[in-house]
Every structure is written in C-alpha cells, then in structure tokens.
T-cell receptor, first 113, second 113 residues
C-alpha cells in the first residue's frame, strides 16, 4: 500500500544552519505530496505541497521538489530560525481519495540560538 | 472564519470505559476526516465522510470504534470499550470540496489508564 518514510529525529540545529529532512514515498499512480508542520501546542498546518513530478512547493523559506525518479520529496530551508522548531510531517494523497492523507512518522526539529 | 472545533481537548478514562469525541467542521465543508495520532507517529486516517455518507472506513477498528455524521455537519467518534493502546490524539479535519485542502482541528488527547 501507499506509504511515506521520513528520516528519524530529533534534529537539532543552530540558528541560520541549513536544514534537510528526507522523505521518500511508495505509491501507485501519481500521488500529491505534502509537508505539514505542527508547532508546539498547535494543530497541523499545511506548509507546502506539490501535485506532479518536478513541481516545487515553497512557503516561508521552505522548499521541496517532487522527484518521481527517486520517489522523494525532501524538505529544505537555507537558514533556520528558532521559530521553526516544530514537528514536520511528510504526507501523500492519492488522486482518487479526496484529501485523505498518508502521513510519515514525523521529524522533530529543534533550533537553538 | 472559524476553524475546525473539537471537544473535549483532553480526556482521561479507565480501560473498558467508553468515550466520545465531537467535531464541528468549518461551516459549509462537506468532507470530514477523523485521524488517530499515537505518540511518536504520524496521523492515521480512521474514517472519511462526504456529507453524511461514509467514503472510507477501512482503517476503523469497527469492533470498538464507531463514528457518525447524521446531518452532514458535526460528527462524533466513539470508542467502546477503550483499550490502553487507544491512547492517542484524535484529530478531525474538514475540506470544502472533495479534493481541496483539509484543515485540522487541535485534536482531543485521550489517555486510557
């Protein structure tokens, strides 16, 4: 079945460091791919998405490119801030499932000053 | 615009007791989802409604879990009887159209002791 695999956390970085969180997927057909973020004490929020191969999603300085050849959707940010500390979830959606999402296990990010 | 409302925010029960969670989606949203998020894992879809009809309940443990959306607006998720492994955050999400972004509530944290 469809699934998403994320790198294990926690990830600890110093402010202004470069961030990469790896995400690979297994799916039939052509899923849409997402990154969600969960800040402490808050609900899940959509960070960015890509709906087809080679699409790049971007938001708040974060980027991820849908790579069909490597079945990946890695999240990157050039310079993290303390306020980016949160749990990040990679997710996929099949084209015929409405907005039902398959999530990865999440990667906790802690950015220190 | 008001977001997805869930109640209660927290619930502690003993095993074998029953519990119910309530979700009020964003006004006008036809599609509603319930997810279970066990600590350290990503959310897992339990059930998906389109108006008051069930679209997908393949991952709902039907021997103990039930959900309804009688008037196609708010929804309840029930567990009877609860087990220790049901301890989790139960998330509700809604979307306006079948394939549009779903918005998440803050969830109900259930602890079964």
């Amino acid at each position: 079945g469809d699934s998403v695999t994320q790198m294990e956390g926690p990830v600890t970085l110093s402010e202004e460091a470069f961030l990469t969180i790896n995400c690979t997927y297994t799916a039939t057909g052509y899923p849409s791919l997402f990154w969600y973020v969960q800040y402490p004490g808050e609900g899940l929020q959509l960070l960015l998405k890509a709906t087809k191969a080679d699409d790049k999603g971007s938001n708040k300085g974060f980027e991820a490119t849908y790579r069909k050849e490597t079945t990946s959707f890695h999240l990157e940010k050039g310079s993290v801030q303390v306020s980016d500390s949160a749990v990040y979830f990679c997710a996929l959606k099949r084209s015929n499932s409405g907005y039902a999402l398959n999530f990865g296990k999440g990667t906790s990010l802690l950015v220190t000053p | 615009e008001a977001g997805v409302a869930q109640s209660p925010r927290y619930k502690i029960i003993e095993k074998r007791q029953s519990v119910a969670f309530w979700c009020n989606p964003i006004s006008g949203h036809a599609t509603l989802y319930w997810y279970q998020q066990i600590l350290g894992q990503g959310p897992k879809l339990l059930i998906q409604f389109q108006n008051n009809g069930v679209v997908d309940d393949s991952q709902l443990p039907k021997d103990r879990f039930s959900a309804e959306r009688l008037k196609g607006v708010d929804s309840t998720l029930k567990i009877q009887p609860a087990k220790l492994e049901d301890s989790a955050v139960y998330l509700c999400a809604s979307s306006g159209e079948w394939n549009t972004e779903a918005f998440f509530g803050q969830g109900t944290r259930l602890t079964v002791v």
